[in-house]
């Protein structure tokens, strides 16, 4: 199973689908789309995350014409789905999209081996980054936030692994990157929100609650120097070394999985709050990060941990990876709020979920959920009986991904995803007015129509996996 959210489908039974579109229906579906949208929306074989019909092109915020986007849902998630129709269908044209998507990306890798959220093909652009070749200039700072790195080295993998030598520039950013992201790995497994370099060297400690005052001491001014977990990092570092092992691309990828998988395993704090936090610094002790996260047990970091650790468990075949899941577990579901959701931060020592008051610019610590700013997941709904239902799986012999899977497409999602084509082949999407959050939150107005990096690669997903079915 893929990790990332759009990354992976399965279908209802094969009998479920008797009322399914045919097989030559599914195939014409997604060669009409992914014609349009390449045609309206690809940019050297990549792509932003949103393309307004009047040519306008926002990632976070306004793309320039010659510029695309790295982040999910932008360039690596499309170029994932790609491959997924190219497997499905056996059509090389779905290979060929896939390998100008690599090749987009290859262009803009740093000089530091890794990605930053954008890549423009103007040696002059205003977002223009220290290019490995030598076309760009500017920041030379690889990030692991937000999944920028791994989903472009992950996407990488699987390309290289689809087309071997196909693409030279594929190879060539494989092989540039793999060291550089080795070198970026701490002593103790972990690795930074991002490096330009490889990282000091530090004793290995096991994490635990500060001494001091974490409100007001502490704080280290370049916080993504330090171990991080930020925004799902478990996950995606967990998936990208995986597929390194898993494709063959890196020998020795199982130990640098294994690495980090200690590195989850000292980073559990200890009792009464055994669970993770968002961000840690030299010492192992929860730090701040940005003006509105602070030093507390994450509710949302640790349910990654624990999907990333029984990864690494079944991979590995070592159970010392499970140790950490009962008590953390047992831990947050006593903390659940009273709606059933975790929230994101749990103060150290009192446990109280702990939140954010923004007046203008500045943000103040509160217990309060009353007026929380909206541009951030305070409360998320928990996922501690799927946790447990893949412990149980680990136990008894099972295979995790059986439970982790996502829940299956049914036919009339298949049927409606079709229908949702216009004449052209193209899924619009109707902006819902400003109540309506998306990723990189771009400025639309009310009821303007734009197309969807995420939409088009979830749903030609859809189709490739429907198509599996058919041909079962």
């Not at 000292?266 to 602070?294: K, N, S, T, V």
Request: hydrophobic letters at 40%; one cysteine or more; charged letters at 25%.
């Amino acid at each position: 199973m893929l990790l990332r959210p759009v990354l992976a489908f399965a279908l209802l039974a094969p009998p479920s689908l008797a009322a399914a579109p045919t097989k030559e229906e599914v195939i014409e579906a997604m060669k009409r789309a992914t014609a349009a949208f390449v045609e309206k929306a690809a940019v050297e074989g990549g792509f932003v995350y949103y393309v307004t019909l009047d040519g306008r092109r926002l990632g976070e915020g306004e793309a320039t014409a010659t510029e695309i986007w790295v982040q999910p849902p932008g360039t690596p998630a499309v170029g994932e789905a790609f491959l997924d129709a190219h497997e499905a269908t056996g059509d090389e044209s779905y290979l060929a999209a896939a390998l100008r998507s690599g090749k987009a990306l290859a262009y803009g890798q740093l000089e530091s081996g890794g990605w930053r959220n954008s890549i423009d093909f103007d040696p002059a652009g205003p977002r223009i980054d220290q290019y490995r070749n030598g076309k760009g200039k500017g920041k030379n700072f690889s990030t692991l936030d937000d999944d920028i790195t791994q989903a472009a080295l992950g996407f990488l993998f699987r390309l290289e692994a689809a087309a071997p030598g196909k693409e030279p520039a594929v190879r060539d950013a494989i092989d540039h990157a793999w060291p550089r992201l080795l070198a970026a790995q701490f002593a103790n497994g972990g690795f930074p929100q991002g490096w330009t370099g490889p990282v000091p060297d530090r004793p290995v400690v096991k994490a635990s609650f500060p001494a001091y005052d974490w409100r007001t001491e502490g704080r280290i001014k370049e916080y993504w120097n330090e171990y991080t977990l930020n925004d799902g990092m478990a996950l995606t570092m967990t998936e990208t070394l995986l597929r390194a092992h898993r494709f063959g691309q890196k020998p020795g990828a199982l130990e640098v999985l294994k690495r980090f998988g200690e590195f989850l395993l000292l980073a559990q704090l200890p009792d009464p709050q055994p669970a993770w936090a968002q961000q840690y610094g030299p010492d192992m002790h929860p730090i701040w990060a940005r003006a509105f996260e602070p030093p507390a047990v994450s509710g949302r970091e640790s349910e990654d941990a624990m999907i990333a650790l029984l990864r690494i468990a079944e991979t590995t075949g070592d159970d010392r990876f499970l140790a950490p899941i009962v008590p953390a577990v047992k831990y947050l579901e006593s903390s659940l709020l009273p709606d059933g959701r975790l929230a994101r931060y749990y103060e150290i020592g009192t446990n109280r979920p702990l939140y954010m008051r923004r007046n203008g610019k500045a943000y103040e610590l509160t217990n309060d959920d009353a007026n929380l700013p909206d541009h951030y997941g305070w409360k998320n709904p928990a996922k501690l009986d799927l946790i447990k239902s893949a412990y149980r799986a680990r136990l008894a012999g099972r295979a995790v991904d059986e439970v982790l899977a996502p829940a299956p497409v049914g036919v009339a999602e298949v049927e409606g995803v079709i229908a949702a084509m216009d004449a052209g082949g193209l899924w619009i999407t109707t902006h819902g007015g400003s109540e309506e959050r998306l990723v990189g939150q771009p400025k639309f107005a009310e009821g303007e129509p734009y197309l969807s990096s995420e939409r088009f690669a979830g749903n030609l997903r859809i189709l490739a996996a429907c198509l599996k079915g058919l041909s079962r």
